[in-house]
T-cell receptor, first 109, second 110 residues
């Protein structure tokens, strides 16, 4: 089996700050994803990547950038953190099923 | 743009009952249909998936797909308190973009 590691686990940012979330997978999967989950709700797709150096916008890409410089890693940048924003960002990779990391919990003060 | 919707939003069932969860999608070219389960504070995990019309059973869980109706469902037989979780349906068109629904929160009362 493999694992998806997200760092940091918790991230506290200031309003207007640029924040970067990192994700590493050792499944050797080609496709990777970033989803946002607000408290107790469903998952909204921010960005996905079907191979190294590829980026595809999801339904919630505004306010975010992403980078896939290596097959094993996929990073997400919040370009300007919004005050009182609170969400969990989930990184995932896929062959047939989608496998998720444990998430980065973002709080903006 | 693919729209995926789940119903009901939340559900309480007694232990031992049958639970039925629903998912509708908008793109008739969709090819991958799956259910994921997320226990409180944990990451979502795949439960089961189906690729063509019909039914698939794995233990107490059955997934049923009707592409013509743009609908698939998950049925849980003999529901257990450990089944209490957020259930997410997922749909993919073209093999890469996977869109999830807004979730159904299930509580199985002992």
């Amino acid at each position: 089996g493999g694992i998806i590691t997200q760092t940091p686990k918790f991230l506290i940012g200031q309003e207007g700050q640029k924040l970067t979330l990192k994700c590493q997978q050792n499944f050797n999967h080609d496709t990777m994803y970033w989803y946002r989950q607000d408290s107790g709700k469903g998952l909204r797709l921010i960005y996905y990547s079907i191979t190294e150096n590829d980026l595809q916008k999801g339904d919630l890409s505004e306010g975010y950038d992403a980078s896939r410089e290596k097959k094993s890693s996929f990073s997400l940048t919040v370009t300007s953190a919004q005050k009182n924003e609170m969400a969990v960002f989930l990184c995932a990779s896929r062959d047939k099923e989608v496998f998720f990391g444990k998430g980065t919990r973002l709080t903006v003060v | 743009q693919q729209k995926v919707q789940q119903s009901p939003e939340s559900l309480i069932v007694p232990e031992g009952a049958m639970t039925s969860l629903n998912c509708t999608f908008s793109d008739s070219a969709s090819q991958y249909f799956a259910w994921y389960r997320q226990h409180s504070g944990k990451a979502p995990k795949a439960l089961m998936s189906i690729f063509s019309n019909g039914e698939k059973e794995e233990g107490r869980f059955t997934i049923h797909l009707n592409k013509a109706s743009l609908h698939f469902s998950l049925h849980i037989r003999d529901s257990q308190p450990s089944d209490s979780a957020l259930y997410l349906c997922a749909v993919s068109t073209g093999g890469y973009k996977v869109v999830f629904g807004s979730g159904t929160r299930l509580l199985v009362s002992p």
